[in-house]
């Protein structure tokens, strides 16, 4: 019971670290909490059988971690959204560009369907 406790605090935690440095950081909470949890319960089992561990401690140390890159993300990153207008003007002079393409392909070199009866009556 307490290596499976122990396993799933370092598993929780290596996921709140890695959740913690990505940018949905704020989703590294959940992970980081579960940690807390098993930590604290393989460390009163590993406690009541008289060893503790250095990996539950270090688990410890891993959601310490993971909760303060997520707090320090959450007060010092300031979210602006940019300008849409132009991003859109661009999105729509591309798209008008492709279409200008795609018209001046020409399609009568390719022939297409003699490709597509060689297939089925060789198969």
């Known amino acids: 019971m307490k290596k499976l406790f122990t396993i799933l605090a370092l598993v929780a935690s290596v996921?709140?670290?890695?959740?913690?440095v990505l940018p949905i950081s704020n989703l590294a909470i959940f992970p980081a909490i579960a940690a807390l949890i098993f930590g604290l319960i393989a460390f009163y089992l590993s406690k009541?059988?008289?060893?503790?561990?250095?990996?539950?401690q270090f688990t410890f140390l891993l959601t310490i971690m993971a909760l303060s890159i997520t707090i320090y993300k959450a007060l010092f990153t300031k979210t602006?959204?940019?300008?849409?207008?132009?991003?859109?003007?661009?999105?729509?002079?591309?798209?008008?560009?492709?279409?200008?393409?795609?018209?001046?392909?020409?399609?009568?070199?390719i022939e297409i369907e003699d490709e597509l009866e060689n297939i089925s009556v060789d198969e």
């Open 15 to 20: 996921v709140a670290i890695i959740f913690s």
């Open 48 to 56: 009541k059988s008289g060893n503790v561990k250095k990996i539950i």
């Open 80 to 109: 602006e959204v940019a300008n849409t207008e132009t991003l859109e003007a661009t999105e729509t002079k591309l798209e008008e560009e492709a279409i200008e393409e795609l018209e001046e392909l020409e399609f009568d070199d």
